[in-house]
């Protein structure tokens, strides 16, 4: 691909949530810091939600890698299980294996044990789930009862929720008021600034390797995040498709032009931003060919040149 042309040992804006890449960006170090805290205290649900591409995953992924040694974390990263399926894979992630044949009586006594013994062992057990907000009803009530066993002392067991805003919704609703008084500690995860994202690219950059001259001018990220929303995914699929862009074009430093290509080719982004570009584009050609009616050039030379010079930058 691009990587020998900029001089990149890996490719900077990837789609995978890679921890390699975290940078520490204000809100998801604060995520982190409402998570830890709430960890400390050993009780209760804990819920992080945001938007599609936030970054829930990335800090879900640094939380993991990041626990201390006396964590046994269970995690479920697709929890779209009905209760009898979510009680078997929490069973599996406390590392018991059993029949197949045990009811589900019999498998909820044995995860009690289970957590009983880690409890002993000085461990605090942990429940992550990720996109929880595809949780079926019944089993957001399965959860609520897991979070019932306890001792003396401690529960014995912490959930962490990890979410979008849907999930916020259907929690709102009445019948899971048990379960909302549950929730100690949580956070909403926040778009990036034009700032953060522009302090995003760079690292991300010279992350994967890069040290040359900057790539994107100051107005060209600006362009990015607007249309991205704040969203880094959107940030990552359009800072790709213009590397791809300059690359397939033989240069060393991203257009202008770059960027609003791929603005355009991509699902999602800013809208109002997508059609000021095309309308601008479309103004553009309409005046040029104003201009070659009245000075009488012919549109199949200069003109035409002019044309398809403006439709390079849709």
């Not at 009898?84 to 006594?109: C, F, H, I, M, Y």
């Amino acid at each position: 691909m691009y990587l020998q042309h900029f001089g990149l040992s890996q490719l900077p804006f990837t789609l995978t949530p890679n921890t390699g890449f975290f940078f520490g960006l204000a809100p998801h170090v604060e995520a982190l810091q409402v998570l830890q805290t709430a960890l400390e205290t050993g009780e209760g649900f804990i819920k992080v939600t945001g938007e599609v591409g936030t970054g829930k995953t990335l800090v879900c992924r640094k939380l993991l890698n990041d626990l201390p040694a006396q964590y046994h974390c269970a995690y479920l990263p697709n929890p779209y299980l009905n209760p009898k399926e979510l009680r078997w894979a929490v069973a599996a992630e406390l590392g018991l294996s059993l029949p197949n044949k045990v009811d589900q009586q019999q498998l909820t006594r044995l995860i009690h044990e289970r957590l009983l013994a880690l409890n002993h062992q000085g461990f605090h057990v942990v429940l992550v789930l990720d996109e929880a907000q595809s949780l079926p009803d019944e089993s957001i009530e399965a959860l609520r009862l897991f979070t019932n066993l306890e001792t003396e002392n401690c529960k014995l067991l912490q959930v962490v929720l990890f979410g979008q805003p849907e999930l916020d919704q259907r929690l709102a609703q009445p019948k899971f008021r048990q379960l909302r008084q549950r929730i100690t500690f949580s956070y909403g995860l926040r778009p990036l600034t034009w700032d953060e994202i522009h302090a995003y690219i760079r690292y991300r950059l010279a992350i994967a390797g890069y040290q040359g001259p900057e790539l994107f001018t100051a107005a060209d990220i600006k362009r990015i995040a607007k249309a991205a929303r704040g969203i880094p995914r959107l940030v990552n699929i359009l800072a790709h498709k213009s590397l791809l862009l300059c690359y397939g074009q033989g240069e060393k430093k991203v257009r202008t032009r770059h960027c609003l290509a791929a603005i355009t080719d991509t699902e999602d982004i800013n809208l109002q931003h997508k059609v000021s570009v095309s309308r601008l584009n479309i103004l553009l050609v309409v005046l040029l060919a104003a201009v070659a009616l009245v000075i009488g050039l012919n549109s199949d030379s200069c003109c035409g040149e002019w044309v398809t010079q403006i439709s390079e930058i849709k």
